[in-house]
């Protein structure tokens, strides 16, 4: 006869409430009062950050793994990390912050506004690229300017773009090179400004925004024009009602559907996560590959300024359901490859995990979890509290669970 599992509480529920149908829950640490945040005086997104340049300014920051030839694929032959330390995204967040008020792409919001409905289209800034570290530097210059981002990604479809970009009434988007073309095509009266994060516009990019009724530049030279301080008068910094970001979802009812979320709902995001247990101190290493676009990923990255930690932005092309499990294998064994003996027997490990699910178009329902936890374990036991993972639904329907590394070693 099996032994009775323990029963394992997560959260309890609160008494009252208007419905009682749909009592409150909280976590059953913190019943009596809901944690707002990490540290007390870190209550927005911009005071988060700034907490981790302060505690550890010479740490790395920001990575970015580029192809080790040049022009090669960075997915088939990776070079080495290139990094940013606190300091360097710090001193660059701000100069972006001021480039754009000094060059008219945005305008800082006041904090008198109340209602978010209200934050006008000039005091956002649309984000458009794969997880690189420019989209972070664009958010933070953003946070530093209580200026609210939009993340834009193609994979809601060239219409779903036009409808945020005109919903919102973006003045200014960010933009890698690769999504250019589909951003100049999008026909919204309010959007003017193009920021470039791939160095100077080609002629031909400048043509083709001129076409468009767009202006474009680079990102460098936003950051060269906010090298000189503002007036106080010209910006504001963020507090904790205001609107942080607009994430807007698949609209699969009809159009895309806008989340609004002050920096207060971020940060207590966060906060409940991190005294749940979901802890990322100044020695762990975050791989960034879920989309920028998505909160949790943003979420995560919320959490390690109360404790420094190195963040390497590792962008995945789009997991489609039917191969996610197979695809996260082999993308996660490349990653694992390149420490070489850092993580020696790893890729053994996730080289037999990868085999096991050859041919396989999809997982089997209930609890079967494609990384399963042995593998995992005996990572773990190879690099002691340096890998943690965590588990997913990808879908309701196929009951997809899988299993990924959240954090790897350097």
């Not at 022009?71 to 070079?79: A, F, I, L, Q, W």
């Not at 701000?94 to 008219?104: P, S």
């Not at 095509?185 to 076409?211: R, T």
């Not at 699910?357 to 773990?380: E, F, I, K, N, T």
Request: charged residues 20%; hydrophobic residues 40%; contains cysteine.
């Amino acid at each position: 006869m099996d032994a009775v599992r323990p029963t394992l509480q997560y959260a309890q529920l609160m008494p009252g409430g208007s419905n009682p149908g749909a009592q409150a829950r909280r976590h059953h640490q913190h019943p009596s009062a809901h944690k707002e945040t990490i540290e007390p005086t870190k209550d927005t997104l911009w005071t988060s950050f700034e907490n981790g340049k302060l505690l550890h300014p010479t740490n790395n920051c920001l990575g970015t793994r580029y192809p080790l030839v040049a022009g090669g694929d960075v997915m088939k032959e990776p070079g080495p990390f290139v990094w940013l330390d606190y300091q360097t995204v710090y001193d660059k967040a701000l100069k972006i912050g001021r480039g754009l008020i000094a060059l008219g792409l945005a305008q800082s919001c006041s904090p008198s506004i109340v209602d978010l409905n209200d934050v006008p289209g000039i005091s956002m800034v649309g984000l458009f690229s794969q997880n690189r570290h420019e989209w972070v530097l664009a958010e933070q210059g953003c946070n530093s300017i209580a200026v609210t981002t939009v993340p834009l990604y193609d994979t809601l479809g060239h219409e779903a773009v036009r409808y945020i970009v005109a919903h919102t009434g973006l003045t200014t988007v960010v933009v890698s090179r690769n999504k250019l073309k589909e951003l100049l095509q999008v026909k919204a009266d309010s959007l003017k400004n193009v920021v470039l994060m791939d160095g100077a516009p080609s002629a031909e990019e400048v043509a083709a925004a001129g076409a468009a009724g767009m202006s474009i530049i680079s990102l460098e030279h936003v950051e060269a024009a906010g090298k000189a301080e503002l007036p106080a008068d010209k910006f504001h910094r963020p507090r904790t009602h205001m609107l942080a970001t607009i994430c807007f979802t698949s609209g699969t009812t009809g159009n895309p559907k806008g989340a609004m979320l002050s920096h207060r709902n971020i940060i207590a995001d966060a906060a409940g996560a991190w005294f749940a247990g979901v802890k990322l101190e100044h020695t762990d290493v975050h791989i960034s590959y879920l989309p920028l676009a998505h909160m949790f990923e943003r979420c995560v990255q919320v959490c390690p300024p109360a404790l420094p930690h190195c963040l390497r932005p590792f962008p995945l092309p789009p997991l489609p359901p039917s191969g996610c499990c197979r695809r996260c294998v082999c993308a996660i064994m490349r990653i694992i490859a390149g420490h070489g003996a850092v993580l020696r027997g790893s890729h053994r490990i996730f080289q037999r995990q990868r085999a096991s699910h050859q041919g396989r178009p999809r997982c089997p329902p209930a609890h079967h979890l494609p990384l399963r936890a042995p593998p995992l374990q005996q990572v773990s036991r190879q690099n002691p509290g340096r890998v943690r993972c965590g588990a997913g639904q990808f879908s309701a329907k196929m009951r997809l669970k899988h299993e990924i590394l959240r954090n790897a070693p350097r």
